[in-house]
């Protein structure tokens, strides 16, 4: 359906109450993205929101995957403000979807798994009439990172990349960055599509 280059997977919502799946999201959001990303109790409120969606990748039983979406709100704008006046425009113009937070586990990257839940929200966000997508490459220079997973959509880059861009986040969240430790400072490149 994909392209995914494995033969069986589902790919599925994933809410607190399903707390197997839940649990092993958990951990792998923390575990890629940056130890202390989550708690429970705040990817808890994310995975059972309305207008958020966590997905997962399940192969054999077992999550190998995690990444989520949401609508933007107006009062996480100023994320995205160092991307310069064409984000800021962008953002104000437009009912926008954001990607978030997608996490492969090591042993099952460049297979496709990143394409199909990439492809799988930007449907739920068509669907809830979001006229363009955001998302944000976290610039670690390590393994594979999401750059090319935008490209390939068609993504086009807005603004300059951004350095240190999750700096204040890891000090604020206590975030350690699994590649440059704490605070992180890794830098970020913004890409938007229109749905
Ligand atoms: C980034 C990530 C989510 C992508 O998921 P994935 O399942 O590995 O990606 P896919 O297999 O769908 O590949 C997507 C694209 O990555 C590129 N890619 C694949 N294998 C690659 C490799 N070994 N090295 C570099 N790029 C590669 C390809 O361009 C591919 O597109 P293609 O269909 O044209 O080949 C995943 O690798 C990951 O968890 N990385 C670490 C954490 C991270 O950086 N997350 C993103 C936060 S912004």
């Not at 069986?8 to 130890?35: C, M, P, Q, T």
Request: glycine residues 8%; contains cysteine.
């Amino acid at each position: 359906m994909y392209g995914l280059r494995m033969s069986s997977y589902i790919i599925k919502k994933i809410r607190s109450e399903d707390k197997v799946h839940f649990e092993s999201a958990l951990f792998i959001l923390n575990e890629i993205l940056g130890e202390n990303l989550y708690s429970e109790k705040s990817l808890q409120r994310n995975a059972d929101e309305q207008d958020v969606l966590l997905l997962g990748c399940i192969i054999e039983d077992k999550l190998v995957a995690a990444a989520m979406s949401g609508i933007l709100k107006k009062s996480a704008f100023g994320l995205y403000a160092p991307f310069g006046k064409d984000a800021m425009e962008l953002l104000n113009r437009y009912r926008i979807g954001v990607l978030r937070n997608s996490a492969v586990k090591s042993d099952f990257r460049g297979r496709g798994i990143g394409a199909a839940l990439l492809s799988e929200r930007l449907q739920w966000l068509t669907n809830l009439n979001c006229e363009y997508s955001v998302g944000l490459t976290w610039l670690h220079g390590k393994t594979i990172q999401s750059d090319s997973l935008y490209k390939s959509a068609g993504f086009q880059q807005i603004g300059q990349v951004v350095p240190e861009f999750f700096k204040s986040l890891s000090e604020d969240t206590g975030m350690h960055c699994p590649y440059c430790g704490y605070p992180c400072r890794c830098s970020a490149v913004m890409y938007a599509k229109k749905n």
